[in-house]
């Protein structure tokens, strides 16, 4: 009887000690919400088994930050317009998607140290036209520039490319479709987005002297809730900060320039989502719907 007694005492001991071992293991998990719909920063392509994943520089960044303080990232894909809205209802933990702190952004939302430095938006037009595009204060009169629906491009092409007319499509995969098969004459984009798409296409370069018009952004950088109420920013810094002393940055860029395949793939807010669905004061909640409205 002692005998059955101690056997079953070690087999309660044994199992206990395995789910303990189990529950340690188990990690907490980063819910990052991005929009992939923009290389080279988030987008899908199919890996060695032709199951399509995310990729981008964006990607690895969150990757980078989960594994810095011991999470397990969780990717959820989201249009741009409610990413920040998500985030303040506590959808997502943070929130990489080629976002520049502007003013707006910053009422609606917390962010990191910046990451990475964006370049200047481009203006990518046809190889062949190239020479026409020189000056912005006279080279754009009647002239048709694509610009992402709802982006602070738009907005850019109507105050600097004078007399320009504005095309504004949800996707930019769209735009560049319309300019090849010349159905607008240009496009403005964050520059890092204008210099893949110029080295995907002979046919498509970047109008170098007419881009001058536009100044050097703030570098891009994670985004949390107002208030950092999950106390994440700290650690994202330090994260941050030896991302880019260890040159990550740029072992990502060569990553991607090294994938093929890659999809732009956008996503609708769930059903009954609104972009000023917060859980916040009034003010809080128009710096929101703003900022949701000034996307990439």
């Known amino acids: ?27 907490e998990v980063l819910v990052f919400g991005t929009s992939a719909d923009y290389a080279p920063f988030e987008f899908m392509y199919p890996d060695e088994n032709g199951k399509m994943v995310f990729g981008g520089i964006d990607i ?67 190889t062949e036209d ?26 850019k092409a109507e105050q600097n490319l004078i007399g320009c007319s504005v095309v504004s499509l949800p996707l930019v995969t769209d735009l560049v479709n319309e300019l090849v098969n010349g159905k607008i004459d240009a496009i403005l984009l964050d520059g890092s987005v204008a210099v893949s798409y110029d080295k995907q296409y002979d046919q498509l370069s970047i109008a170098e002297e007419a881009s001058k018009v536009f100044p050097q952004p703030n570098g891009i950088a994670v985004a949390v809730a107002k208030g950092d109420p999950k106390g994440l920013l700290d650690g994202i810094n330090e994260a941050i900060a030896q991302l880019k ?29 609104e972009s ?21």
């Not at 249009?79 to 959808?91: R, W």
């Not at 912005?136 to 738009?154: E, L, M, R």
């Open 130 to 155: 190239v020479d026409k595009f020189q000056d912005p204060a006279t080279d754009f009169n009647g002239v048709s520039v694509g610009a992402q629906t709802g982006s602070t491009k738009v907005e």
């Open 1 to 27: 009887m002692k005998k059955i007694i101690s056997i079953a005492l070690i087999l309660v001991l044994i199992f206990s000690v395995a789910a303990t071992a189990a529950f340690a293991e188990k990690k």
């Open 276 to 296: 000023d669905d917060v859980l916040m004061g009034e003010e809080e909640a128009e710096a929101v719907e703003e900022a949701a409205a000034e996307t990439k």
């Open 60 to 126: 690895m960044v969150a990757q980078y930050i989960a594994d810095y303080l011991g999470m397990e990232l969780q990717i959820e894909n989201m249009d741009f317009g409610y990413l920040l809205t998500a985030l303040n209802k506590g959808d997502f933990d943070i929130v990489l998607a080629d976002i520049e702190p502007t003013e707006k952004r910053l009422k609606a939302a917390d962010f990191s140290e910046s990451y990475m430095d964006e370049l200047p938006e481009y203006i990518l037009v046809r």
């Open 245 to 273: 002393a260890e040159g990550k940055i740029d072992e990502f860029k060569a990553t991607v320039d090294a994938i093929q395949g890659i999809e732009e793939v956008s996503a609708d807010a769930p059903e009954g989502y």
